[in-house]
């Protein structure tokens, strides 16, 4: 049995969680001021002046200066505004749960559990739904108390439906981002604590006996209260549908701004809407995933999909409102060229993988080579899995590139994505190779010695 001095820790062990935890929230705060701002300025994030005195010791006084902090801690002194903010995270999370929990849905059965046990978890796939009516809420159904005065000249209160006030959003964006850290760490403990319940089922990679490192990867592989999967419906519905409505909150702003929205913002909304779309329409493909087969539901996953995603993933949206760069149609043009061959690649790649895994005769793959492994399951080894054994990462940085170009070249605030989407992807194929390899054993390097690209054919 594997103990935490001998286990098979990732991420630099419990000293690496521990900086990611610290650091990664300070990287989501200090991001969305330079995407604010427009360059990576240092000046204004820590205070010059702070109320505490030195004598009160080094930690103290950068705990004051961190609460005095407009960047790092913002609307840390107007609790108004953090108790709003908080309202309106605690709010659109609830009401996910319940598009979730009322509007009609597929009941589809996940992978066999690691168990051995062959049990197969029902999942209520309906997040496409709630993407839609989630929109139509926001631009016609947002309620909203309004006066009229009668033939009589009394005022009178009623209820009125309508668009949502949008650029709220924009106004708040840094207080929210601030507020959702705070909130995901929470659920983090949460989904900690009751990891140590009876009779659950544990992520092996979160599993190490170190407290730190565990809370981190999440000890439970598939927490749920009753029928309500947690761990599926944030990888999908808040914080990506959240991502859009944040976008669509900073294209308001630039029209209530500007009077009109530019190409840039138009594309970056079409783009990233496209993406959020799109995993939506393709919900069940999340089931065989890494994150729901394999690793438990932490802080890892958990501020990634509420926090990380919506208020670093809209940067370009929030720095284009105030940066426009004022792109030519003939580069926009190249731009959506970059997006489309990106695209292609990553639904041509997923979309193949998905079909194959479902049904391997089906007529769209029927034609495709295959390694038979010894575990049961074919890799294929033609299509696009022929040609690089991670073409579907390289796909998803493509697009993810012309995402960071529709912001210009002047900065490098909104490429800030490009640079870690690279980062993330080289380590998560690195995480899944090793995964591969433990899985199919030998068939694992049969199948690297015929697909010998990991993510650009002949190149690397
Ligand atoms: P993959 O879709 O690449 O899935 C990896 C699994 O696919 C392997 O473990 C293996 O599982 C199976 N597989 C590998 N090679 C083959 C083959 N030749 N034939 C058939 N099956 C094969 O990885 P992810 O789940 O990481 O990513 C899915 C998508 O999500 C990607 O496009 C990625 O870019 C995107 N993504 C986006 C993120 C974002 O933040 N925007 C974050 C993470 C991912 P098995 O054999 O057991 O089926």
Not at 126 to 141: E, P, Y
Not at 345 to 369: C, I, M, Y
Request: a neutral charge.
């Amino acid at each position: 049995m594997k103990t935490s001095s001998n286990f098979d820790y990732e991420f630099g062990g419990p000293i690496g969680a521990l900086g990611t935890m610290i650091f990664l929230p300070l990287v989501t705060l200090l991001l969305t001021y330079w995407a604010s701002v427009g360059s990576l300025e240092f000046n204004h994030i820590l205070p010059a002046e702070t109320s505490c005195s030195p004598d009160a010791g080094f930690v103290s006084m950068y705990i004051s200066k961190l609460k005095d902090s407009s960047v790092l801690c913002p609307s840390c002194a107007e609790s108004p505004v953090l108790i709003s903010c908080a309202c309106v995270i605690i709010g659109w999370f609830l009401f996910q749960v319940l598009l979730e929990r009322i509007l009609p849905c597929e009941i589809v059965l996940g992978a066999p559990l690691p168990d051995g046990s062959g049990k197969r978890l029902p999942y209520r796939i309906n997040g496409h739904l709630a993407f839609w009516v989630t929109l139509l809420v926001l631009d016609i159904g947002w309620p909203k108390w309004t006066e009229i005065s009668d033939e009589s000249g009394i005022i009178k209160q009623i209820l009125v439906f309508g668009r949502a006030p949008m650029t709220w959003l924009y106004d708040n964006y840094s207080t929210l981002a601030f507020v959702t850290i705070i909130l995901t760490t929470m659920l983090s403990a949460y989904l900690y604590m009751k990891s140590f319940g009876k009779g659950l089922l544990l992520a092996v990679g979160g599993n190490s006996g170190n407290h730190v490192y565990d809370f981190f990867m999440g000890r439970e592989l598939n927490p749920r209260w009753g029928g309500f999967d947690w761990k599926e419906f944030c990888e999908l519905r808040p914080g990506l549908i959240g991502w859009m409505i944040l976008n669509l909150a900073m294209m308001s702003k630039q029209y209530e701004r500007l009077g009109y929205v530019t190409g840039s913002m138009i594309l970056i909304n079409i783009f990233q809407g496209l993406y959020v779309w799109d995993a939506l329409y393709q919900e069940r493909a999340i089931l065989t995933t890494m994150d729901i087969t394999t690793d438990g539901f932490g802080f890892m996953l958990v501020f990634g999909d509420l926090a990380w995603v919506p208020f670093t993933y809209s940067l370009q949206s929030r720095y284009l409102v105030d940066h426009d760069p004022h792109l030519q149609w003939p580069v926009l043009a190249c731009i959506i060229g970059v997006n489309c061959f990106g695209y292609l690649v990553f639904r041509g790649a997923n979309g193949q993988k998905d079909a194959f895994r479902r049904n391997p005769n089906a007529a769209e793959v029927s034609h495709l080579t295959y390694l038979q492994t010894k575990r049961g399951t074919k890799l294929l080894t033609s299509g696009w899995w022929g040609m690089a054994r991670k073409i579907n990462y390289t796909g998803d940085w493509i697009m993810g590139l012309s995402w960071c170009m529709v912001c210009g070249f002047e900065s490098i605030v909104p490429y800030y994505y490009a640079i870690y989407f690279a980062i993330l992807l080289i380590h998560r194929s690195i995480r899944d190779d090793h995964m591969c390899k433990e899985k199919y054993g030998d068939d694992w390097d049969k199948y690297k010695s015929i697909v010998p690209y990991r993510f650009i054919p002949g190149l690397i």
